[in-house]
């Protein structure tokens, strides 16, 4: 199975604590306080929401890219506390080789080590890999970033390598990236249950 249905279809990934749907073009109205009152979140990004006017072509660029075909992007909604959370995506989709990146993940300050997080990757990874039986999912962090990165290793990426000098940060910068990943047998091996572990604690 492709993900070549997720351009035209609308899917609906969740859990008891988490909903992840389809990025839409009003959202910038749920993702406004996150935008306005917590820039920070976009330190170790590509692409920065920090903004109105940011924030407005954060999520043109991500409809623009689904309507190409190269990424399919969420909003965040945490059931637990009934609020927009932020944003994730799976991008660089490769059908033919069975594989994907996650990524382009952020989440509101209060919502950051609560759990969420594990929920998401656990129904996004559940998707990749047991319904459209993907082979490898790979997902990479500026090497800075030790939380993200501290974040996947504790889900169950493994650490690839690092490309050096490989992409432009939004602030300006040029930055080393972590790459990591996840292999299909590894997922049913360890990770899985491992993760479903986690969520139940949260």
């Known amino acids: 199975m492709s993900l070549s249905f997720l351009f035209t279809d609308e899917i609906v990934l969740e859990d008891e604590r988490v909903k992840l749907r389809s990025l839409q073009a009003d959202d910038d109205l749920n993702l406004h306080f996150f935008s306005q009152y917590e820039p920070e979140l976009w330190k170790y990004s590509i692409q920065s929401a920090a903004g109105e006017a940011n924030l407005k072509q954060y999520i043109s660029n991500a409809l623009a890219d ?8 969420f909003i965040v909604y945490d059931k637990k506390l009934h609020e927009f959370a932020g944003c994730t995506r799976f991008y660089d989709i490769q059908n033919t080789h069975a594989t994907l990146q996650l990524g382009y993940t952020w ?5 950051q080590g609560t759990g969420l997080n594990q929920h998401c990757k656990y129904v996004m990874l559940a998707f990749v890999f047991d319904t459209l039986q993907f082979e490898r999912v790979e997902a990479r962090a ?38 990591l990943s996840i292999l299909k047998n ?17």
């Open 186 to 202: 590894e997922w049913i091996n360890r990770v899985k249950e491992k993760l479903m572990c986690m969520c139940k604690l949260t």
């Open 142 to 179: 500026d090497i800075l970033n030790e939380q993200s990165i501290a974040a996947m290793k504790k889900i169950g990426f493994i650490t690839e390598g690092v490309l050096r000098n490989n992409a432009l940060s939004a602030n300006g910068y040029r930055r080393d990236s972590m790459v």
């Open 66 to 73: 689904r309507h190409a075909n190269h990424s399919y992007s």
């Open 107 to 111: 989440y509101g300050k209060k919502f």
